[in-house]
Each structure stands twice: as C-alpha cells, then as structure tokens.
C-alpha cells in the first residue's frame, strides 16, 4: 500500500512538472508512408481496366460513389467510372505494407471525342486532353468552319465542361450590314354633331363632338329661331394623314461562331407587384435590335443567324397600375438562318401590318331614323398600316475597312462656329434634307 502512494505521488509530480516547464518545440507531423503515386483518367459511365506491378492483397477506394472499383486478380482490376468528380485508391501488399497510391478522376471521353475529330477533320491538327473535370480542345486549323463545327462536336460530348484553345491561321472577321426600314401610314376621320334646341319653357342639347375629345380642325355653326325657339347645330370634323419612316443603318463586325448584338432605342421602367403597396421597376428595351452569328463554311459561303426585332410603345393600349401607367409594346421580330456569298443581300420583307378601328355615339332611338339620324350621332374612322423591311448584307473585313476604322476621330459634318450659328442660323452641321433613301 505505501509502495503504491510513492508511484502515484511521482507520477502526479511529474505531471506537475511537465505543466509548469513551457513547451519549446512544435508538435511533429505524422508523414504519410511512402508509396509509388499514378493518376488514370476514366470517362464517367465507361470502364476501363489496369494493371499493378506487384500482387496486392487489399484495395482501399475512398470515395465508391464516384469510382467503382472491381479486382479481378491480385494484379488486376476494373474501374467503373460513376459520377464526374476525384477520388483515391490505395493498394496494401501482405503485410498491410502501402504499395501503390492511384489518384482516380471521372471526367468526359476524351479518346472518344479524339476518335469522331480525326475522322471528322483528317487533316486538321485538334487535340482533347483532359483537364481536370473539363475537356481541353487545341489545335491550328484551316479556317473558322472547321473551328466552329469541332466545337460543335466536341460540346455534345462535354456541354458543360469545355475549354476551346483552338486558334485559327487565317481568321476573317465579319461585317455585317443592315439597313432597317419602317414605314406607318395612318389616316384618321372623325366627325361629331352637337345642338341645342332652346325655348322659354324647355331647353333639349344632344352631342359632345369628337368621339377623340380633341380640337377639331373643321367647325360649322348654323343658328337660327322658329317662333320663340331658337335652334343651335354645330359639326365639328377631324382629318388627319400621315407617314413615319424609320431607318437604322447599323454595322456590326464580329469573330466567326461568335455572337454579335445591336440596339437602338431606350428602356421604359416596366413596375413590376412584389408585395402589398411594394412596387419594384424592371427596364425593358425597345426600338430596334439585332443579333446574328457568321460561319465561314468550308466553301467560303456565309451561314448567319440573323433575328432582327423592331419595337415601340403604345400608349393607346396603355394599362394603369397601382398609380402607374404602363404604355403596350407593338414588336415585330424574325429569326432565320441563310448562307450568303459575302457581299450578297438577304431581304426579310413581308412584315406588314394593318389596323382598323371604327367608333360610334348617338342618341339611343333617334339616331337609328333615317336622314334624321346622322344629326344625332358622332362616328371615328382610323386605319393605319405598317411595313418592315429589313435588309443584311454580310462581308469579310478587309484591310481598307480596318485603315478606315482607324483614321475616324469625330463624327461626320462640321461644328458650327457661334457666329453662323447667330447670324446664318447654322444649327445643323449637316442638312437633313436630301438624307431620304440613303
């Protein structure tokens, strides 16, 4: 018993000590054991089979979710590739010695889309490697088209894990011009009829002019008395004609295969309902848009996907909400794709559009007599039409356009100077006369 108090007692004086003398060295790393390390490459849903340089006796996966791992033999094994990602095998000889780390990662078929490449492309210098979970595609090829179909085929294999370093030796940018011509003719008529018939016992008015409720251009007035009754009658008329013509002329250049968009026109604050008395804005463009993406073929041909939309608001189709007013939108858009020589045209027309509305107010029962009835009633005719046109014309850029691009410092025209803006009234640096039909 007093031999086991004299242990304890040293003991809990060596814990005492160990506490109070401070540490004066870091604590070690465990190293891992050291083993051969290889990395293998699997396509996900394929499976591959390897082979070790020494027999193994366990085999260790560490995340099987991702890799399926199957030992056929001591030496041999099967790798089943089952979700993209990475993982690690290791494989322990007798005596649960580490012979061998193989790092596993489940990516895309690399061999396979290197396979459809070269008999796609014979000639054509394209490369896939993997890179990590993506594919890398490299190489030098001819022209664009050869570019842009190999990115097609290489993203059916990898649509979301593709990385293109394929450069082009002579690569052609393309302009494309676009002419967008609108024309809205409208015409308007609206006739109002409006009297009063006054005696010293009654008084009888009927109409209230326009149907529009705007100031008439034509006004008729006969007055006149029967006995004591005098008789007032008004005809009020409205003609209005008129053309609107719109033209952009935008010119894009863009790489071939890559996206090119174009806008002319604004934004309107669109409000949209979040919560009770919460109103959020969104802005909404409008006016004249366009986007369209060139390939260069193989035969030189231009394929363009082309979608031009054109676009106004319309306050008669108005809609009031919650204090705000939010004007319609009248659009017209296509989308199309056409190959082309460069420098030849393609025309989209028939986008036409017609409009008619037709109004009516009389007085209930007398307005529907003969003869009679047309001094009791007010009627609106309108009818407007609407045509569009739109015109592309794509081309390679050449060195002349690129010089041109460069030499350009300001806008076309002339600032005027504050003595012709005074005494010759030059405000414009350029007339707007004669610009029709460019």
């Not at 009297?195 to 149907?211: A, C, E, V």
């Not at 009248?330 to 045209?345: D, F």
Request: charged residues 20%; proline residues 6%.
């Amino acid at each position: 018993m007093l031999m086991t108090r004299t242990v304890l007692g040293a003991l809990a004086c060596a814990f005492a000590l160990s506490a109070a003398i401070p540490a004066t060295s870091h604590a070690q790393v465990l190293a891992s054991e050291p083993a051969l390390r290889r990395s293998i490459h699997v396509p996900r849903d394929k499976t591959l089979s390897f082979r070790l340089t020494q027999p193994a006796a366990r085999i260790v996966v560490a995340q099987p979710e991702i890799a399926k791992v199957t030992a056929t033999s001591d030496r041999s094994f099967y790798v089943q590739g089952m979700e993209f990602g990475s993982t690690n095998m290791l494989v322990f000889g007798p005596g649960g010695r580490l012979l061998e780390v193989l790092d596993i990662r489940v990516g895309y078929d690399a061999e396979g889309l290197q396979q459809d490449l070269t008999a796609a492309f014979p000639g054509e210098p394209l490369r896939v490697r993997n890179l990590g979970e993506a594919l890398m595609l490299t190489g030098e090829v001819s022209d664009t088209g050869v570019q842009y179909k190999a990115e097609a085929i290489a993203r059916r294999y990898a649509p979301d894990g593709l990385i293109s370093r394929v450069s082009v030796r002579a690569s052609q940018q393309v302009i494309l011009e676009v002419r967008v011509l609108e024309a809205t003719r409208s015409a308007l008529q609206d006739v109002g009829v409006a009297g009063t018939i006054q005696s010293n016992n009654f008084r009888f008015d009927w109409g209230n002019g326009l149907i529009g409720g705007v100031s008439p251009t034509g006004l008729v007035q006969v007055n006149g008395t029967i006995g004591n009754t005098s008789v007032d009658l008004a005809l009020a008329a409205l003609e209005e004609k008129g053309v609107v013509r719109t033209l952009a002329r935008p010119n894009l250049v863009a790489i071939p295969g890559e996206k090119a968009t174009f806008h002319a026109g604004g934004e309107y604050p669109y409000p949209v309902p979040q919560k009770q008395d919460v109103i959020s804005l969104e802005f909404r463009k409008y006016g004249v848009e366009l986007s369209f993406t060139p390939v260069v073929q193989d035969n030189g041909l231009i394929r363009l996907e082309v979608a031009p939309k054109v676009s106004q608001l319309d306050f008669s189709n108005s809609l009031r909400l919650l204090g705000f007013t939010v004007p319609g939108l009248i659009s017209r858009e296509t989308q199309t794709t056409v190959e082309l020589k460069p420098g030849e045209s393609l025309a989209i027309g028939g986008l036409f559009q017609r409009d008619y509305t037709n109004a009516m107010r009389q007085v209930p029962g007398i307005g529907e007599v003969p003869v009679i009835g047309t001094l009791f009633r007010s009627a609106r005719w309108k009818k407007a039409e609407t045509e569009l046109v739109v015109i592309v014309t794509p081309r390679f850029a050449t060195k002349a356009d690129l010089a041109q691009a460069a030499e350009t410092h300001a806008a076309p025209g002339d600032e005027p100077s504050a003595g012709r803006l005074m005494f010759e009234g030059k405000a414009l640096d350029k007339p707007i006369s004669g610009q029709e039909g460019r």
